[in-house]
């Protein structure tokens, strides 16, 4: 339900960083990482109407999301069978 009504929000006004941001939050909350990697390069990337604060703040956690989701993914290409690589 919450994520229908987020997604409906960035519709009716998707000039706006916040409903991707609550929605970033949400699937942080939920533990899935692909969509709250997706929505954190949202917040990131959309040009908002004045800079702020809180969008100071809203992209300073993204980008700590993006940057966990990359060293995860990192990770996992090093070791696919989840073994440390034999020296």
Not at 51 to 64: C, L, P, V
């Amino acid at each position: 339900m919450a994520e229908m009504n987020f997604r409906k929000s960035a519709l009716i006004v998707p000039n706006r960083i916040y409903p991707y941001y609550l929605l970033m939050k949400m699937y942080v909350e939920t533990g899935d990482k692909e969509k709250a990697f997706e929505n954190a390069q949202i917040v990131l990337t959309k040009e908002p109407k004045v800079q702020s604060t809180a969008i100071k703040e809203m992209r300073e956690e993204a980008k700590i999301i993006e940057d966990s989701t990359i060293l995860a993914v990192r990770r996992r290409k090093a070791r696919p069978n989840g073994r440390l690589p034999t020296i």
